[in-house]
């Protein structure tokens, strides 16, 4: 048993609220254990400079920590991201993108804001789990409105974290547990187990393959249940 009573191989508490905010064509609060993430996405009937006259659209996200989701304030990101921020909306806008299909979507851009309001850890995978719900909110107004005749959605999407901390293979790692962790992995994966992305890195210390493999399909444990909970939140 962890510290908190979870097992090994167990996920924080995971609440999904959809259509949370009024305006976003799409949006979520999702809740991993104490982290939680709003995640909103809207339509912009335009698409960026590189990608004028293509017949096809883009999506990009962007990320932040609000000053009150940590014990110590955080400042404003007012005029440039910090990297850390700017890598993980990057990690986002790639993760989502893989999922969908931007012809379909026309020469319209999605913008995915993921705000965290509390962080214990895992922010940036919930952010990514919180942000597909969003996501398929604005794929059904886009058919709703019959802007779209199909979805522009191929697979459904999640991520996790896992890692080694106090010698075990933990899922879903609070921050108490990561700031201790000897290795440490952010995967995203699609229902049927493709990978969209893996973030892998020791800390002082190496890992073996054995180890590598084993977290992978831990984390395609914790992916199964969190995909499982986006159907029944969209009722699907």
Known sequence: MRKNGRLADELRKVIIQKEYVKYAQGSALISLGNTKVICAAMVEERVPPFL??????????????????????????REQKRGRSYEIQRLIGRSLRAVVDLTELGERTIWVDCDVIQADGGT??????????????????????????????????????????????????????????????NVVMT?????????????????????????????GKGIEKLIKLQKEVLEI
Do not use: H
């Open 52 to 77: 004028r006259g293509v017949g096809q659209g883009w999506l990009t996200a962007e990320y932040s920590l609000l000053p009150y989701s940590s014990p110590n304030r955080i400042l404003r990101e």
């Open 124 to 185: 940036r995978c919930a952010s990514i789990t919180g942000a597909f719900v969003a996501l398929m909110g604005v794929d059904r107004w886009l058919r709703r409105k019959g802007i779209i005749e199909g979805s522009i959605i191929g697979d459904f999407q999640a991520a996790v974290s896992v890692g080694i901390s106090g010698g075990e293979k933990l899922l879903d790692l609070s921050f108490q547990e990561d700031s201790k962790a000897s290795l440490d992995m």
């Open 191 to 219: 229902e049927k187990g493709d990978l969209t992305e893996i973030q892998a890195s020791g800390e002082g210390t190496s890992f073996s393959r054995d180890d590598f493999n084993e977290l992978l399909d831990l984390a």
